[in-house]
């Protein structure tokens, strides 16, 4: 009983703690009392150690399969191993709250330690934004989804973790996107903390830059695991439905993309001050509603919880950050005028204006199409199904506007650019992408988005190619380094603007694989009896068999298939279909042989006596190019996120071993 009495008694103790630091710091903060602040970051970081506590405990609940917890029963067996047994933490509804609560004091912890000197006006009010963010999710574990309730009967078994949530994927897709969530909620909190001290100038934007960064990142990965658990497990040949929770994260990613663009031009030129509060404000909000949306039962998703009781409870704390957030925007709008005006449309800052624009044009787009269907049932009884339909008609268009405007920020400067300047940058990447829509034509291509598409991303490549020549050439020419060298020291030396434009080169190659498997996927069905074939497209998939298995958690039926092309065999595929025991549900598993230009993809429904099945078998060209940009897009960030001394360290001991081989170093000492 200690653990269950630590993690519950641990909850409470943390609960009243986050209420004392929220006032002890607003009002130390207030009044200048430096012993109440310093009381409330004493007690910010004992909520840490006790929310840390909270889960351990319930981990080791879990591993230990202790069926005297409730929680623990709806989410572990007697057969589950124990690597899903250490997921099933974040796999039900109370653990995953939890796991965003830990996140949370994690992060606060880090920031408090970070922050011990820095930033002494402002972190009051970030300590008290982020306790009183603590002590919501503690108000639902505590009063309405506690973690550590008790039965009074000891089950033999438990439920079983969701059969769906039983891969690789789902073990770190959620904890992804939590990161991404909750890391959101540090530089709202800066914001908050700067406009109440009125510290308007763009030291939080500087502070909590690599905060944004990360979250920004871990929810874009997130959003990518997603998208490959979804292709593998779910046997549809797909990887994104538009489906409302996936919406849910894409949200607030598009948001972070603008305000990540928008923040360097307020560094820059002292401008967008108000349009960069409230995209931060926007992001955490909608990682808040994203949580509702997975938690309230509102929308029916395979990737959401069952009703809950608490969807009001988010609602209410949602509009309360809204309303506070733009309240204090509203009163400090006299000290967010911008130092600067936009000099031309002709400039970086205009394109990125116009891209913010854009992103959130999309989000709101995605926002409606998603509550369009609650808010009909709500106004009118009926409910309005919004499918893949309309957000392909609707995004798409505004998508290849983003991919252009990705293409032609790069090449403008800042402030203005001359027509002589943009006709210089310009004309290699258009005469490129020309090229490539031509061709496309000629070789027959006729699909519009898709030949639109390969063109504006073939453009993004050759605006990052050119600026990579231009840089590199410069560093010949001027230090003599080879191309590789020459390469690392460019990007070393400018880390955000050229991890930023490997993220560009990323976001291509996703755009490409999404084009082309959207546009150009291949897809038949059909029942086939053992040794009998079923040609497409020149691929013949011959059915070979069924084999049985049996795991302790579920029976597989495998079914074997052969593949040619033109006649020639390529090898071989598996689609399985497993039937799990504890909780009873069916699944599939696809049979998928990877490649560089396509993916060959099987799944089997059902199996008859005679050992017929039925099989449905799809091509998908390109579609690895986006885990591939996923892998790129990783890099790009990584770059972005390196210190900026680092780059500085290794310049120096560039230039001191240079002067040491020539002397020069005694001469410039003298």
């Known amino acids: 009983m200690f653990l269950i009495e630590l993690g519950h008694y641990g909850l409470w103790a943390a609960y009243a703690l986050a209420l004392f630091s929220a006032a002890a710091s607003v009002w130390g903060g207030l009044h200048k009392r430096p012993e109440l602040v310093a009381a409330g970051r004493n007690a910010a970081i004992a909520v840490f150690w006790l929310v840390s506590a ?83 999710f503690m108000t639902i574990l505590n009063f309405v989804t506690p973690p550590f309730d008790t039965l009074a009967n000891l089950p033999l078994d438990g439920r079983g973790l969701n059969p769906l949530l039983q891969d690789w994927g789902m073990v770190i897709h959620p904890p992804n996107l939590f990161l991404g969530y909750v890391g959101f909620a540090v530089p709202f909190a800066f914001c908050v903390g700067a406009l109440v001290s009125g510290k308007l100038d763009s030291a939080w934007i ?184 309309f957000f392909n008609q609707v995004i798409v268009p505004i998508g290849l506007l983003l991919m252009l405007l990705a293409g032609v920020s790069p090449l403008l400067a800042w402030r203005r650019a001359s027509t002589k300047v943009i006709r210089k940058n310009l004309t290699y990447p258009v005469v490129v992408a020309l090229v490539t829509l031509a061709a496309l034509v000629t070789l027959g291509v006729r699909h519009v988005f898709a030949v639109l598409a390969f063109a504006l991303a073939v453009f993004m490549v050759a605006s990052v190619v050119l600026e990579y020549h231009r840089g590199i050439s410069a560093r010949r020419r001027h230090q003599g380094d080879g191309i590789f060298a020459a390469a690392w020291e460019l990007t070393m030396r400018n880390k955000r603007r050229f991890g930023g434009y490997i993220i560009h080169f990323s976001m291509a190659l996703i755009f490409i694989g999404i084009a082309a498997s959207s546009a150009y996927q291949q897809v038949g069905e059909v029942r086939l009896s053992v040794g009998e074939s079923f040609a497409m497209n020149g691929m013949r998939f011959k059915y070979e068999g069924i084999r049985q298995e049996r795991v302790p958690q579920y029976q597989s039926a495998f079914a074997r298939l052969a593949v040619y092309r033109n006649g020639a065999r390529l090898g071989e595929l598996e689609a399985e279909k497993r039937l799990y025991f504890t909780p009873p549900q069916p699944t599939t598993e696809a049979g998928i042989r990877y490649g560089l230009t396509e993916d060959i993809y099987a799944v089997f429904s059902d199996v008859d006596e005679d050992g017929s099945a039925t099989f449905k078998f799809m091509v998908n060209p390109l579609i690895n190019w986006i885990w591939a940009g996923g892998l790129v897009f990783t890099l790009g960030a990584i770059v972005c996120f390196l210190p900026e001394r680092w780059g500085r360290r290794r310049r120096r001991t560039k230039v001191s071993g240079a002067r040491a081989e020539t002397g020069a170093g005694t001469e410039v000492g003298a």
């Open 206 to 389: 500087s502070t909590t830059r690599r905060w944004t960064l990360m979250a920004w990142f871990f929810n874009g990965i997130g959003i990518m695991l997603g998208g490959a658990w979804a292709y593998r497990e779910l046997g549809w040949g797909g990887y994104w439905a538009w489906d409302p929770v996936e919406n849910a994260s894409l949200m607030p990613f598009i948001m972070g993309t603008a305000f990540l663009h928008s923040v360097m031009i307020q560094e820059k030129r002292g401008m967008l001050k108000v349009w960069n509060v409230s995209l931060i404000i926007a992001t955490y909000a909608l990682t808040l509603f994203g949580t509702f949306l997975t938690r309230s039962g509102i929308i029916s998703s395979v990737h959401a919880f069952a009703n809950s009781s608490f969807g009001w409870v988010f609602l209410a704390y949602i509009a309360v950050t809204l309303i506070v957030g733009f309240g204090l925007l509203i009163w400090r709008l006299p000290l967010l005028k911008s130092e600067h005006e936009m000099e031309s449309f002709f400039s970086r800052e205009a394109s990125f204006l116009l891209n913010n624009v854009v992103l959130v044009g999309i989000t709101f787009a995605v926002f409606w199409g998603t509550m369009f269907p609650v808010i009909s049932e709500a106004v009118k009884g009926v409910k309005v199904t919004v499918g893949p339909p």
């Open 54 to 136: 909270a889960s351990a405990s319930l981990i080791v609940l879990l591993m230990t399969r202790d069926y005297r917890v409730e929680y623990v029963v709806s989410v572990v067996n007697n057969n589950l191993n124990a690597f899903y047994r250490f997921s099933s933490f974040w796999g039900g509804q109370e653990g995953s709250l939890l796991l965003w609560l830990l996140l949370l004091c994690v992060f606060s912890f880090i920031v408090l330690r970070q922050n011990r000197h820095r930033n002494l006006e402002l972190m009051p009010y970030v300590t008290a934004t982020l306790m009183v963010t603590a002590a919501f």
